[in-house]
């Protein structure tokens, strides 16, 4: 997994900033993974990749150099992927979509290599269970599990304080195992 | 502080298989190494405006402040209104001559403080106690080329009229089940918006709804043609219409491609796919290739048991 190393983060006059293309080139990948592992299965990625970098071009002008680049790029896209759950969240709420859809997809709708059911059936857990959990936990585990960030990446990104990460990560953990227990002991 | 070990390291290396281990597994098999692709990336680039003609903030700033001013001074003439006092719709401009102005009623009227009014000339609107004290008759009447009129609200900015618009279309069609009056509508947007229109997508997509209530297909198909629709997002229904469209016109091998598209990321179990499914098996059916309609029906009723082709699909396949 290509983590983001501190070392790695272009500082903001490394990169040709005010070329949107650029930008894209070099961190699109980056930010479209940061959308997968951030949304999980019911985000758009494509759509989110589009959303942040409309919201990029936007303010380019406006980025000054404080933070770093990468900093930058992943606040609008937490940004944008939390909007875009709290979005599909209100959908589901209206019932556009059916209840129950992370439920039934976790059981095998069809034959398909095992393989690729395991794995499509624990990404719904994850972020099933994720979904639970209060934003600043989920952040932080997502980050550490799934970016496999390290503290101090995750407290540049995220503009928190290390012990804080640590501190979020520790409860996060906590919640995300008593969660998945009920989760488990909830289903037939 | 020493920083903890991942669970995901940890479930790698550890065969126990404790709660620790086991979210270990679910989080690994949930890491995303490349959710999009190179093509995907470009096509998502080549959505994107040019930074240059990216101009948000006079936009954001134009609407907020017509906003502000529109609500700023509804308020105004509101409480003016309700005090009895000046109304511009009933009015004149600030320097008309009161003689305009009908007398508001009597009973609505607060007695004056007594003040002298030494010139019965034109006073301005506002001041509501003079203006009532000017005798009607001696006022200079008004001049012709300055009519009365209310101060206007700032014209909405163009993103707003052209959301409005398309509001009003998608209304019509859904609402009203009005398909013509929405194709109306959406002339009336393309006509306005064809060069500058933000939303020229959403129009798009409804027209093309519009004409499929109305059973214009081949026009519709022609709209869907001319679009690039990549198989995800909200391009995803309108590819797979595109698919049937093209199916029912006997063009079986570019709506076999629509549906392959879909197929190739099947990741949800939706109508979509559902349809993409059927769709593709009624081409191959028609293709001659009688062994891949009966996987894709087969595939269809695995997923879709109680699906809306499912009769059909077990009727094809003898069952």
Known sequence: MPALRPDEMPAADHVPIHNLDALYREHAATVARWAAHLGGPRLDVDDAVHEVFLVVGKRLPEFRGDAKITTWLYRITERVVRGGRRRDRLRRWLDFVRRGDVEQSLSPPRPTPVEELERRQSRDTVYLVLDRLAEKYRRVLVLFELEELSGEEIATLTGIKLATVWVHLHRARALFLAELNRQIGDRP | ?319
């Open chain 2, 1 to 319: 502080m020493k920083p903890p070990e991942r669970w995901t390291t940890r479930c790698a290396h550890e065969p126990n298989d404790d709660d620790e281990a086991r979210a270990g597994r679910l989080f690994r098999r949930a890491i995303v190494k490349q959710p999009l692709d190179t093509g995907a990336l470009a096509e998502i680039r080549a959505r994107l405006p040019d930074e240059t003609r990216a101009q948000p903030r006079p936009l954001v700033l134009s609407v907020a402040v017509a906003i502000v001013l529109f609500l700023c001074g509804g308020a105004v003439v509101m409480s003016a209104t309700l005090l009895g006092h000046w109304s511009p719709f009933r009015g004149a401009p600030a320097d008309a001559p009161a003689a305009v102005m009908p007398a508001p009623p009597h009973h609505a009227r607060v007695a004056p403080v007594a003040e002298p009014v030494a010139d019965p000339a034109p006073v301005r609107p506002l001041k509501v106690v003079r203006r009532a004290e000017a005798p009607v008759e001696d006022a200079p009447a008004a001049p012709d080329r300055a009519p009365p009129v209310a101060a206007e609200p700032p014209r909405p900015s163009a993103i707003a009229r052209e959301a409005a618009v398309l509001g009003a279309a998608l209304q019509k069609l859904r609402d009203e089940g009005d398909a013509a009056g929405a194709l109306a509508l959406l002339d009336a947007h393309d006509a306005e918006f064809a060069a500058t229109g933000l939303l020229a997508d959403e129009a798009g997509t409804t027209r093309v709804e519009a004409l499929l209530r109305l059973g214009q297909r081949a026009r519709a198909l022609a709209l869907l043609d001319a679009r690039v629709l990549p198989p995800s997002g909200r391009a995803r229904a309108l590819l797979a219409s595109r698919g049937e469209l093209r199916a029912d016109a006997g063009r079986g091998a570019e709506a076999r491609a629509d549906f392959d598209a879909l197929l190739s990321d099947d990741a949800l179990d939706d109508d979509v796919i559902e349809r993409a499914l059927f769709g593709r098996a009624a081409c191959r059916a028609r293709a001659g290739d009688a062994n891949g309609a009966r996987s894709d029906l087969d595939a269809y009723l695995a997923r879709f048991p109680d699906g809306r082709y499912a009769t059909r699909a077990r009727a094809s396949l003898g069952r």
